[in-house]
């Protein structure tokens, strides 16, 4: 079914008439329909704002509700239709037909809730306007009595007439509990039958699911200690069914205030008490699949969390994996197919006392059990659900294999509350799919720190370089041959308010998985070629000073590189031969002629371009002949054979043939991690270039960097 055309305000209109013309046969009013539905139009035209506001609001539901009550529409039924109605055609008519399947859903989730407040909105007027009711009846009864003596005809035919024209049940008891007196709506309550409700005693009608304090207040009120009482009261029809009342009863005293009898007052709540069950059911329930939803298992968790000493808890926290490709493949139609059989699946593992699964939401499911002993209740139904899980789901003449990762946590209760619970289940269930996924992993409180430090360092990088967070230090880079100081690498370091300094292995791959690394990495240029031009001026040498600067593979693709890159040297007033840019081998491994395009044209400009980290990766020796590079960084691990004494001939062999090599194409070589003057020694004689290490000075501030290269002129 689908709207009719026109406008917003057509089809708000359209949703009026429905609902005036599902509404009118229950309602008491002397208008006709289309008079009525002039008058529901503004409550349809509000209910319609409610649905589509940014902050879902209770409060206008529960005034829609209530205006139903102004309106006439007193009759539990007009409030049934009103709801069903609203169910049927709020989202078609006053919701966005162009919106996504996820938008429709969200959209039906609100308007069952705007339903509940409705329905409390509704009830609660209908009290009130009650309540009033029963007070004027209740003081035309009193005024009544107290008349009998000076005009006991009149008073008593505008009692009978008050009695039996009441839309609400009266009856009349003496002060042992006999009823003697009965109206047709209360007759009509309990069956209409008034053999089966005159003459019988009050206490006779008792129901188990009687609050403790409503027989002490009716004893309160026969003693003559109160005068009246309001309570929800159940009571069983003949037939056996419940009917639930809101009951008020009132004592009636003599002329000289001593008390004679009681009066109660019925307001029929049984379809409006079913009414709410059901939607406190849809509230706490998933439309698809039936389980409990999020609302009803926090609900559970935090109840079990709260058990008392003693008690345990288990919690299994389910994600399919690679649930997305059956719905861009298949369709969402089939996705939700196969999360119904899930579902089923999963209900069949958790059958027992104190177990309970819900779905979150998407294709995430939790599994909770609860008792004494849960260590080992937990495993067992881990090993339920992955078994559950085993065998193919058809979907559409399709066999498809479903795989899940699972966090577990288990532990006794009162330690943590439900949020704490479900973020450790969920970081550990990301540490299962992380692992290749179809396993389960148990949550460690280690991991959970790293994963909630490495979130709230993710969190805090964007603000962190707009409050000048990062700083660079500098290692020299130092020339074999006569031991001076050729240039420095700037190392960028993160001074972070918690944390203290944090390296570039902490932040670094958080930069590039959010993007930051690009405006990161043209702050470091910026500082490091800035600081190239500021050693040249305070130092001056035969040749530059010279700055070497990572990239990332994220930079490489960006479009501005190249012009960030021209436009940071020219501000700089630095020459485009002082400066070297690093891209590590693995990131050039595979790489077409579009990324090493700009890297090809910053060389042209002059700019150095270094294959950093050589040797790790597992390049061609043969594809050096068409990168764009003009220096080879062997990784810190050729180094670490020649540590010790003799040193181990085949490194030697290896790094005397790649200096060759690199040599022959006209590629300088510089090596790191050097420790000792013994690893320095053996480069040179192998023909490297330059080198930087530790035994040359650690990465430091760009000052001590000036005092190497003043101390290597003074030499």
Request: hydrophobic share 40%.
């Amino acid at each position: 079914m689908s709207a009719e055309p026109g406008g917003p305000e057509d089809r708000l209109r359209r949703f009026a008439t429905i609902w005036s013309r599902a509404v009118f046969p229950a309602t008491s009013t002397s208008l006709t329909r289309p008079e009525f539905e002039e008058q529901l139009l503004p409550l349809a035209r509000r209910l319609s704002d409610a649905l589509r506001a940014r902050a879902f609001d209770a409060a206008v539901a529960r005034e829609i509700g209530a205006a139903l009550i102004a309106v006439h529409c007193t009759d539990p039924e007009a409030l049934s239709r009103t709801l069903d109605c609203v169910d049927a055609y709020l989202v078609l008519y006053c919701g966005d037909p162009d919106a996504s399947a996820q938008t429709q859903e969200a959209l039906r989730s609100r308007s069952s809730r705007l339903q509940h407040a409705m329905a409390a909105g509704f009830a609660k007027a209908l009290k009130e306007r009650t309540l009033a009711e029963q007070e004027s009846i209740s003081q035309a009864a009193f005024h009544a009595q107290r008349m009998v003596a000076q005009a006991l005809h009149s008073s008593e035919a505008r009692f009978r007439a008050v009695f039996e024209g009441a839309a609400i049940g009266i009856g009349i008891a003496d002060l042992d509990g006999k009823i003697l007196e009965v109206n047709g709506a209360l007759l009509r309550m309990f069956g209409g039958s008034e053999q089966l409700v005159r003459g019988r005693l009050i206490t006779e009608w008792t129901h188990p699911e009687d609050a403790p304090h409503i027989w002490r207040l009716y004893d309160e009120l026969v003693r003559g200690e109160r005068d009246h009482y309001h309570v929800e009261k159940a009571f069983y029809r003949p037939d056996g069914t419940v009917l639930w009342t809101n009951l008020t009863v009132s004592l009636l005293r003599d002329a000289d205030g001593r008390p004679q009898y009681q009066l109660a007052l019925m307001e029929d709540t049984t379809e409006r008490r079913l009414l709410n069950l059901r939607l406190r059911y849809e509230a706490t329930h998933d439309a698809l699949t039936g389980l409990p939803n999020r609302t009803l298992f926090f609900e559970r968790l935090e109840k079990a969390l709260a058990a008392g000493e003693g008690q345990r808890f288990g919690l299994c926290y389910l994600d399919l994996d690679g649930f997305k490709t059956v719905n861009d493949s298949l369709g969402h139609a089939a996705g939700d197919r196969l999360l119904v059989e899930v579902a089923d699946r999963l209900q069949t593992c958790a059958t027992a006392p104190g177990e309970m699964v819900a779905r979150l939401g998407g294709d995430e499911f939790v599994a909770l059990i609860t008792g004494a002993d849960t260590e080992r209740g937990v495993d067992e139904l881990v090993g339920r659900i992955m078994n559950a899980l085993v065998t193919p789901i058809s979907v559409d003449g399709r066999e498809l294999t479903v795989r899940g990762s699972i966090g577990v946590v288990e532990g006794p209760v009162g330690e943590r509350g439900p949020a704490e619970v479900l973020r450790s289940a969920d970081i550990t269930m990301y540490r299962a799919k992380s692992a290749g996924g179809n396993r389960f992993e148990v949550a460690d409180p280690e991991a959970d720190a790293r994963a909630i430090t490495r979130h709230g360092l993710t969190t805090a990088l964007p603000m962190a370089l707009d409050r000048g967070e990062f700083f660079i230090e500098y290692q020299p880079l130092v020339h074999l041959g006569d031991g001076t100081v050729h240039g420095a690498e700037a190392l960028v370091r993160w001074l972070h308010p918690q944390h203290g300094v944090l390296g570039p292995d902490r932040f670094i791959p958080l930069a590039e998985h959010t993007g930051l690394i690009v405006p990161l990495g043209r702050w470091v240029l910026e500082e490091a070629v800035g600081q190239a031009r500021a050693w040249q001026e305070r130092h001056a040498r035969t040749g530059p000073m010279r700055i070497n600067v990572n990239l990332s593979p994220c930079q490489l693709t960006h479009p501005g590189l190249v012009s960030d890159t021209v436009d940071i040297l020219e501000d700089a007033g630095l020459e485009p031969d002082a400066l070297c840019l690093e891209v590590t081998e693995s990131a050039l491994i595979g790489a077409d002629d579009d990324l090493l395009k700009p890297l090809r044209r910053l060389a042209e400009m002059g700019v150095d371009i270094a294959l950093d980290d050589f040797g790790t990766g597992y390049s061609n020796l043969a594809n050096l002949r068409r990168l764009p590079v003009s220096i080879l960084k062997l990784d810190r691990s050729f180094t670490q054979g020649m540590q010790q004494y003799p040193a181990d001939p085949v490194d030697l062999k290896i790094v005397e043939g790649i200096v060759s090599l690199a040599h022959s194409l006209d590629l300088a070589v510089t090596v790191e991690g050097v420790e000792t003057g013994a690893q320095a020694e053996q480069l040179r004689i192998l023909g490297c270039d330059t080198a930087q290490g530790w035994y040359y000075a650690r990465p430091g501030p760009p000052d001590r960097l000036h005092e190497l290269a003043l101390a290597d002129a003074r030499g």
